[in-house]
Each structure stands twice: as C-alpha cells, then as structure tokens.
C-alpha cells in the first residue's frame, strides 16, 4: 500500500523558489517516497528522532516524517545541503528539526500539477 507524500508550508515554498529543471528532480524523488517501504532512495534516519528522515537528492536534503499508521510521509523541510547540516568532526549535527508536526500546506500532487 502506498504513502501519500504531503508537503509543509515551507517546504512548498523552497520548491516554488528553485529552478525548474531542480524542481522536477527534487518532486521525482519524493514522489517514490509513495513506495517508501520498498523504495531504494538515499534515506537516512535521523538520530534521535522518532520516525523522522533525511532524504538526499543531489545537493538538496529533505526532512521528513513517516506516519505508519495513517500511511502518511510529511515532507518538513527543504533545503540545498550546506543550510541543511554542518559536520562538525566528522559528524552530521542536526541544525533544524521540527518538532512538532504542523498542518501540511498541500498534497505532492497539486505541486505537480502545477509545474
């Protein structure tokens, strides 16, 4: 059964800010997050924190969080990797995480739709 990818406030407005040709790589990728379970994307667990990933596509980073239950990934920031992490001795430090879950701004789909 497949996730609905929904996208939050912010992170509808960083992929109306980028290029085009950046917006449709980023969008493709998120959209196989729909098969997250069996999905072989660049994803990594955040320490830490319940339920919540990081997504790499290209020199971009997606944080997200996966509700099991209602089948539901909310997309919770995106942001080109320097602005995302800093590496502090060789480690990756978060430096934004939400903590609490906000409203989603809209569904992946009317993002598509309106490219």
Do not use: W
Not at 4 to 21: C, G, N, Q, S, T
Not at 90 to 99: E, L, T, Y
């Amino acid at each position: 059964m497949k996730f609905k990818v929904l996208l939050h406030k912010k992170a509808d407005k960083f992929l109306r800010e980028i290029k085009p040709e950046e917006k449709k790589r980023i969008v493709d990728k998120l959209r196989q997050l729909e098969d997250f379970l069996a999905t072989k994307l660049d994803i990594v667990k955040i320490a830490g924190e319940e339920n919540t990933f990081r997504l790499r596509v290209g020199n971009y980073r997606a944080l997200f969080k996966v509700y099991e239950q209602e089948r539901i990934i909310v997309i919770i920031k995106l942001d080109i990797r320097k602005e995302f992490t800093t590496e502090y001795t060789g480690k990756i430090v978060k430096v934004s995480v939400m903590k609490q879950f906000c409203k989603p701004q809209q569904s992946l789909s009317a993002i598509i739709r309106k490219s």
